[in-house]
């Protein structure tokens, strides 16, 4: 008799501990939806953006047509090799955002350019 009534508190154990594993999971499904209501602002969420893959582009279509490997048209440095673009990144990012003096002296680029050299920065202006 006593034997029993202790397999029966074992069972109850087991349902109350399978409904607490069920209620932590859906908990987590229900956390994890709530993440997309707060979207990321980074162009690239699964990876980081890189200079190869994203800068060098930008760049090169924007601002070598002055500020080329032998700089002209009044630019003062060049903007080629990963090194020279990676060492001036705050005066370029303050450059490209400057509503003033924008660079290129045509106009801003649009902000998508802009936003993915800003992010090229945070993700610590890798090359690769
Ligand atoms: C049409 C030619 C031309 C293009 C295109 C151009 N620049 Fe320039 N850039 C200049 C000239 C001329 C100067 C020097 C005068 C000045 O600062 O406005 C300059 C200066 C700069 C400076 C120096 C700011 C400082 O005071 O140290 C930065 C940074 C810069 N450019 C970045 C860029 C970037 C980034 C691009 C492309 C997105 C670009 N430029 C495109 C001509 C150009």
Sequence with gaps: MRINNYKKE???LNKIIYALAISVLLFNCSSNSN???NPDPDPDPNGKITYEANVKNIINSNCAQCHDSTPINGAPFSL???TQVKDRIDAILSRI???SS???????MP?????L???WKDDGLLEN
Excluded: E, K
């Excluded at 924008?102 to 801003?108: D, I, R, V, W």
């Excluded at 902000?111 to 936003?115: A, M």
């Design 102 to 108: 924008p660079m290129p002296p045509s106009g801003q």
């Design 10 to 12: 074992a069972m109850n």
């Design 35 to 37: 993440d997309d209501l």
């Design 80 to 82: 080629v090799t990963y």
């Design 117 to 119: 050299i800003q992010q």
């Design 111 to 115: 902000s998508s350019n802009r936003d």
């Design 97 to 99: 955002n400057s509503v």
